[in-house]
C-alpha cells in the first residue's frame, strides 16, 4: 500500500472533522474535506485540501463524492464517517421527527457511505473505515437518549462489519471521544426540547451542566478533563496509519474511565454513579 492514501472525511465545516482534515493534509494524505456548505471548508481549502458539498442525507450527493473521488484518484483508502450532531434532552419530550433526523445523519448517512466505499476496497485488498462515535456509545446518560442510542447503532455495525471485511484487508475502528472542546455542546443545548412542567427543571440543569462541563471556566470536575479536536484527530491518524488498527480508541480520561465502569459495574451501580454524576429528572 503506497504511504499516500485517499481519505474521504465527512462533517469538516469545524471542530474534529476540520482538525482531521489538516492533521492528515499534513501527513501527506490526498483529503478529501466534505459538509453540507462547502463555504464553511473555505479554510480548508487555502491549505490546499480538496473541498466538497456532502449531505450524508441525500443518496444522490453520496453517490456523486464517491464516484468523483474514484474518477479522480482511482480508488479511496479511508473513509472517516465524521458527520453527526447531538439531539439532547429528556426522551418523552423529543419529537418523533427529530429522532429519525438524528439517526438519518449519525447512523445511516454513515453505512449508506460504507456500502458506496467497501467495493473499491475490497478490490484493492485494502481499507480503512474509521466511525466517529463516543463515550455515550458506550454509557448513554440522562438527556443523551437519542444521541447515545444512535453511537450505540454505530458501535454495532461497526463490531459487526469489523469481522465480515476483514478477510479482504478492510480494517474497521471505532473512536470514543469523551468530552471535546467543539461548538457541540452549545448547538445541542441551544433549544431543548420541551415544555412540560415535569421536566422544567431537568432542562435547567441540563443547560447547566453542559455549560460548565463545555464552557470557558469549565467549574465542573468532567470539564477539566476535556481534550480539543486536535486529541480526537490524532487517535484518527492512528487507525489509518495501524497496520492492524485497534477495534476502539477512547479519547481522554473521561472515555476511558466510562467504558471500564460500564464493563465493571453491575446496572444497578453504573445506574446510581450515573445519577451521582450527571443530571437527572
Not at 479522480?72 to 483508502?77: A, F, S, V
Not at 467504558?259 to 446496572?267: E, F
Request: hydrophobic share 45%.
Amino acid at each position: 500500500m503506497p504511504p499516500t492514501r485517499v481519505v474521504l472525511i465527512t462533517g469538516c465545516s469545524s471542530g474534529i472533522g476540520a482538525a482531521t482534515a489538516l492533521r492528515l493534509h499534513r501527513a501527506g494524505h490526498l483529503v478529501y474535506a466534505s459538509a453540507r456548505r462547502v463555504d464553511e471548508l473555505a479554510g480548508l481549502a487555502a491549505a490546499g485540501i480538496a473541498t466538497l458539498h456532502l449531505d450524508v442525507t441525500d443518496e444522490a450527493s453520496m453517490q456523486a463524492v464517491v464516484k468523483r473521488i474514484a474518477e479522480e484518484r482511482g480508488r479511496i483508502d479511508a473513509l472517516v464517517n465524521n458527520a453527526g450532531y447531538g439531539v439532547i434532552g429528556a426522551l418523552e419530550e423529543v419529537p418523533p421527527a427529530a429522532v429519525r433526523s438524528q439517526f438519518e445523519t449519525n447512523v445511516f448517512g454513515a453505512v449508506r457511505l460504507i456500502q458506496l466505499v467497501l467495493p473499491g476496497m475490497r478490490a484493492a485488498g485494502w481499507g480503512r473505515i474509521v466511525n466517529l462515535s463516543s463515550v455515550l456509545g458506550q454509557v448513554a446518560v440522562p438527556g443523551s437518549a437519542v444521541y447515545g442510542a444512535s453511537k450505540y447503532a454505530l458501535e454495532g455495525v461497526s463490531d459487526a462489519l469489523r469481522v465480515e471485511v476483514a478477510r479482504f484487508g478492510v480494517h474497521v475502528s471505532l473512536i470514543e471521544p469523551g468530552p471535546v472542546r467543539t461548538a457541540f455542546a452549545a448547538r445541542a443545548t441551544a433549544e431543548l426540547p420541551g415544555d412540560s412542567a415535569a421536566y422544567e427543571d431537568f432542562r435547567d440543569r441540563l443547560a447547566d451542566w453542559f455549560a460548565a462541563v463545555y464552557g470557558p471556566a469549565r467549574p465542573n470536575p468532567l470539564g477539566r478533563f476535556t481534550v480539543d479536536s486536535e486529541a480526537v484527530a490524532a487517535a484518527v491518524d492512528r487507525a489509518i496509519r495501524a497496520r492492524r488498527p485497534r477495534a476502539r480508541y477512547p479519547v481522554g480520561l473521561p472515555a476511558r474511565g466510562l467504558s471500564l465502569l460500564r464493563r465493571m459495574l453491575p446496572g444497578r451501580l453504573l445506574d446510581g454513579f450515573v445519577r451521582a454524576q450527571f443530571p437527572a429528572p
